[in-house]
């Protein structure tokens, strides 16, 4: 049997040190782009796997990360959670997955380390958690938060633009002509969440226009799911005076009222419009193509995993850090743009 390639073997055949070999492998900043290049064709071609029981001997870790999610039959998660576990794969580690429904205790349990003796660190998509749980979380355990629920710089965060996208897909909608735009999902009041921040990006799209604020447009939901989104557009539309456009505030509630409205024989969109949020796959194969806010996944999950990681190495060395990852609006059938993809139409943040 031919031996495993080691380290040593990946470095001779990319011509450079072993260590410079660990620096990319481990997502070390100041590896030029070149030899980061030369280091993973080796990598690839040599089949190295990195010894991640060698590495827990000599480090005192598991080689192991937590990913806690509200629900994993929701697709954005489901897509999200593919990427988390192959940006951990490539970095020599692996994922636990934790479901938490999005309950407030099982996400107090995964801030507390319930599994903290098989992990080195959790990420986390909260959407119950309150500041004071944020605040007063147990620091030693390694945490990124995803999405909008930041501890307001007290953990490294990871999201997109939440306003600046509701804002781009709404002045899209506007420029279409459409003047009554619900939103459905949407929150005026309360703490900043997924509602509350692509209202106010909404809001900003409306004032940019000169067209006032209707808070009757904007529609709470009880949960981001197909059959929500079926009920509020059938709700709408029974209304004296129905909205020319819905802004889903993701795409299970696009493609649920997409259905309510094609069982009304609404015509979309001739009639109205409807765009959704997170590019799930399913989005691409509605009759029609739905237009959605598409964030950059791939690189959501390489930063939770490169900030967390590097907070494992040195939990105390570095203060909390946010970023921002990208977003697209794909403009699809649903509101006027061509075929499934949109990628005439589609346009970089």
Not at 95 to 123: C, K, Y
Not at 276 to 299: E, N
Request: aromatic letters at 4%.
């Amino acid at each position: 049997m031919a031996a495993r390639p080691s380290i040593k073997d990946v470095a001779r055949y990319a011509g450079v040190s072993p260590k410079t070999v660990s620096n990319v492998i481990n997502d070390f900043e100041h590896v030029s782009e070149r030899t980061r290049a030369a280091v993973r064709e080796a990598i690839d071609a040599l089949g190295y796997r990195v010894n991640i029981a060698g590495r827990q001997l000599r480090q005192g870790r598991t080689g192991m990360i937590t990913l806690a999610v509200p629900e994993l039959d929701v697709a954005y998660f489901a897509e999200l959670a593919k990427h988390v576990t192959a940006e951990a794969d490539r970095r020599g580690h692996t994922v636990l997955l934790h479901q938490t429904g999005g309950v407030r205790e099982r996400e107090l349990a995964a801030l507390r380390g319930f599994d903290a003796q098989f992990s080195d660190g959790v990420i986390l998509s909260p959407l119950s958690l309150l500041p004071r749980d944020l605040a007063a979380r147990d620091r030693r355990l390694p945490v990124v938060l995803l999405g909008e629920r930041s501890a307001e710089g007290s953990t490294d965060h990871v999201a997109i633009d939440n306003v600046r996208a509701a804002r781009e897909v709404t002045a899209h909608l506007l420029a279409r002509g459409r003047r009554r735009i619900a939103v459905v999902g949407g929150a005026v009041d309360g703490r900043q969440g997924t509602g509350r921040l692509r209202t106010d990006g909404y809001r900003e799209a409306l004032t940019a226009a000169g067209l006032p604020f209707d808070p009757g447009l904007v529609v709470p939901v009880d949960a981001f799911l197909w059959q929500d989104g079926a009920r509020a557009a059938a709700a709408l539309m029974d209304r004296d005076t129905p909205p020319d456009a819905l802004l889903c505030l993701n795409d299970h509630l696009a493609l649920g009222a997409l259905r309510a409205l094609h069982e009304r024989g609404r015509s979309v969109p001739g009639e109205l419009d409807v765009a959704g949020f997170d590019d799930i796959d399913a989005s691409r194969f509605s009759v029609p193509s739905l237009t959605t806010v598409a964030p950059d996944k791939q690189g959501i999950a390489r930063a939770a995993v490169s900030l967390l990681l590097s907070r494992v190495d040195a939990p105390e060395a570095m203060p909390p850090r946010e970023e921002v990852a990208g977003h697209r609006l794909i403009v699809r059938e649903s509101t006027g743009g061509r075929g499934s993809e949109g990628a005439n139409a589609a346009r970089p943040a």
